[in-house]
């Protein structure tokens, strides 16, 4: 079992910056993915940005330039650096473990930007 514990969510206005972050304890396994999801309200949940701990990325178009994935394997933790930060950010995000044998959420942490 993997359980992940999100911290670093708010309010801010437009244009300012937040860092989110996401500690996985438990059953961790060498090579697994750490991502961070978000729900707009009235949205779907969509991916927002990923790390492998190989250290392949990948980022929603509508963030990049914007925000920045990163880990600390570890201390089994992935950050998101979030600036520039725009309204249609706002949402739910959610941290995401993935390996071979599981696929585990966090609560998720709210982020509101104000225009």
């Known amino acids: 079992q993997v359980h992940l514990v999100e911290s670093g969510g708010g309010v801010v206005q437009a244009g300012g910056s937040l860092r989110l972050s996401c500690a996985a304890f438990?059953?961790?396994?060498?090579?697994?993915?750490m991502n961070w999801y978000r729900q707009a309200p009235g949205k779907q949940r969509e991916l927002v940005a990923s790390?492998?701990?190989?250290?392949?990325?990948n980022y929603a178009d509508s963030v990049k330039e914007r925000f920045t994935i990163s880990r600390d394997n570890a201390k089994n933790t992935v950050y998101l650096q979030m600036n520039s930060l725009k309204p249609e950010d706002t949402g739910v995000y959610y941290c995401?473990?993935?390996?071979?044998?599981?696929?585990?959420w966090g609560k998720g942490t709210l982020v509101t930007v104000s225009s």
């Open positions: 995401n473990f993935r390996d071979s044998y599981m696929n585990t």
């Open positions: 438990g059953s961790i396994r060498s090579n697994n993915d």
């Open positions: 790390k492998s701990s190989r250290g392949n990325t």
